[in-house]
């Protein structure tokens, strides 16, 4: 299962930036990615829950609707490592460059937070309290490593 999930981080750590659109061939790729990385956090998650029949049946539908509502949340710190690197790399980060990134910096995590808080709570409705904060932390710590990856590249602003 570790060699499973260091693939995983380092795969999510890879394709958090967004695609060029220009080259459909990359793009195909990139979403059977995606996909496949998609599949093998799924199956970390199941390996992980043990879940009754019943549990199962409430908990995958949450489970797909959170990571969907997550999708939104990557593509924007995608989009703003994206940003960042390319201010950095044409140095053009200035004082108005960081607060802009900052903001939009806070306002992810802030986005992040209020959906945890939310699927928390419908968590608690569908599972027992310790199979919904088991899952809370899979995810957590999937999260966390995935962005422990993505911050380990990215240099700090001079």
Same mark, same amino acid.
């Given at each position: ?46 390996? $992980?829950?043990?879940? =009754?029949? @019943?549990? *199962?049946? +409430?908990?995958?539908?949450?489970? #797909? %609707?959170?990571?969907?509502? !997550? ?7 995608? $989009?703003?490592?994206? =940003?960042? @690197?390319? *201010?950095? +790399?044409?140095?053009?980060?200035? #004082? %108005?460059?960081?607060?802009? !990134? ?17 699927? +928390? ?29 993505? +911050? ?7």
């Amino acid at each position: 299962m570790k060699t499973l999930l260091w693939s995983l981080i380092v795969a999510c750590a890879v394709i958090s930036a967004p695609v060029d659109a220009q080259n459909n061939s990359t793009d195909m790729n990139m979403q059977i990615l995606r996909d496949k990385l998609r599949a093998d956090k799924k199956l970390i998650v199941a390996a $992980n829950m043990r879940l =009754t029949d @019943a549990e *199962a049946k +409430a908990f995958w539908p949450l489970y #797909d %609707a959170y990571q969907n509502d !997550l999708k939104a949340i990557n593509l924007r710190l995608g $989009n703003g490592i994206v =940003t960042y @690197a390319d *201010a950095y +790399a044409a140095n053009t980060i200035d #004082d %108005a460059m960081a607060k802009r !990134l900052l903001d939009e910096s806070v306002a992810i995590d802030e986005s992040e937070a209020r959906l945890r808080k939310d699927f +928390a709570s419908k968590l608690m409705n569908a599972l027992p309290a310790t199979k919904a904060v088991r899952y809370l932390q899979i995810e957590s710590k999937i999260r966390a490593a995935v962005r422990y990856e993505i +911050a380990a590249n990215i240099p700090l602003v001079e």
